[in-house]
Structure formats: structure tokens, C-alpha cells
């Protein structure tokens, strides 16, 4: 469960929220490739095909969505953010999308086959809502997935990331508190969340993700203009603190150095259910 207070949540809403209106071209950029090679598995998850009648919930730019409409499937995109939605309807015109919020979808019960949310649901701050109104929203029968990134333990990526800030800096700054990041990179509680939406024939698999980057310095310039928590983490740090965090990922990203540039293993955890 989610337990801290309504007011916490209220802000870390307001400051996600601020954070991807800030880089969205620049999370289109960067970052939307990277989350993008997960899009087949995650649509064949939910069986999308022709006609399938989807929603993409935070659909970000619409990567998501532009796949399942190359599938022939009927698409909605719902985003919290304008400025992800305007690049979502230019690159995905097929598609219909909204202005909304995952945790209070604006649909009626019942109306879609298929519901997807790609590396969503860590940015929720109460993912139960999220489930239910996926839930609600969903006929019966269809199928819903959604992802999120698996822990540093697991995940070379983050643990460069969040390791070097770690051990150079710190993770608790001054920021307005979230849920765990990677609670959901934790399969029994995908399955658990899922078991109290309501979900049956709930199935959780691991599937791998590589960042790629033209040199280490991208690392440290991706992180920082792209995303919307972990920049304003590093903006936090005081200037030595900074320094010697940016030197620790470049020099981290060093050891991933192939012919193609640098190449950074990561991986999320796919979460599918059905509703019977
Ligand atoms: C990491 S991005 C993932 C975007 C896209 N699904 C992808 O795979 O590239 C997270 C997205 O969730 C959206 N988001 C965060 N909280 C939201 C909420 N409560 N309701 C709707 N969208 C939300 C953000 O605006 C952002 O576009």
C-alpha cells in the first residue's frame, strides 16, 4: 500500500507533473527510444491486434501508441502533461489523445480491450488508484501490462546512476517524497497489486533494456535535461558533491564502451493481468 499522506502525494503529483512539462522534447529525444524496446512484448501482452480497442496511460510522446496503431489497433493516449500529449498527437495523428490523470481516468467503465503503461506507474503516487481505474475501465476480458524499471541490484543502469549519487552524494535531498521507485520492480508485489485490483491469470516477466549513448558525457547530459526526478536529484547535490558524482558516471560508463559508442544494460519488469 501506499501510506504516505494525501498532502505528500498532492506535491509529489505537482512536482512530477513540473518535472515532464520541463524535458518533454528532450525526454522524446533521449529517453522515449530507450523505453521504446519493450513496445512489441508489452502489445503482444495485451493480445493487440486489428481492432483492438487500447489505452496507452502515460503514454508520454506516444512511441507506445504509434506501435499499437501500426498493430491497426483503435488507440487512446491519456498523459498528465500537455506538452507530452501535443508531441504524442504530431507523431501519432492515428491515435486520439488526452490531457488527464491516471488516477481518475476520464472514461467511461467498460470501454477498452486492452489497457498498457509503459514505465508509468512508478511516478504514480498512489498506484493502487492507478490498477483500479485500469481496472474500472477495462471490459471484461481484456488484459492490462504495465512496466517498471527493476532495482539497481538487478540493473546495471541504475546502479551506476543511483549508485555513484550514493556513494558521492546523496539520495535524500530536499525533494518532495514519492513512493519507492522501484516497488513495482519487485514481482511479487506487480502480482500482488494486480491479485487486489482484481486481476487474474496475473503473470510478471523480466525483459531487458539497453541505453545507448555516443560517449560517457551523454550519460551525465541525459540525466540531466531528460528526466524529471533524477536531474533535479543531481541539481541538489552541492557543487564538490556534483563534481565527483558526474566524474563516478562517466567513469562507470567507460566499462560499457563497445565499437557502437556505450552500451548499458538495464531491465524492467512486465506486469500483466486479466479481467474476468
Ligand atoms: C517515464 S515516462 C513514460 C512515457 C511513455 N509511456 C514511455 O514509455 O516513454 C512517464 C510518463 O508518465 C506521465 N505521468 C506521470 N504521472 C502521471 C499521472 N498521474 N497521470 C498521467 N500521466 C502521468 C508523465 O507525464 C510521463 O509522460
Redesign the pocket.
Known sequence: MTDYPPTDREAF?QF?HDG?SRVAQRYDRA??QV??QVNETILDAVKTGYGTQLLD?????G??SAAAVRRQAIVTG????EN?VFIARSRCPEAEFYT????NLPFESGRFEAIVC???IL??PDPEKAIAESWRVLKQGGRYAFTCWTPPTRNPFMKLVLGSVQTHGSINVDLPPGPPLFRFGDPAECETALRIGGFTSVSVTELPILWTFPTPEDVILTVVSSTARLGPMLAKQSEEQRKNIENAIIEGAKKYATDSGIEIPASVVLAVGSKA
Open positions: 503529483k512530477e515532464f529517453i522515449a523505453t521504446s496511460v502515460a503514454c508520454g510522446t512511441w507506445l491519456l498523459d498528465f502533461v507530452m488527464g490523470d491516471a488516477e509503459n514505465l508509468g511516478h504514480f
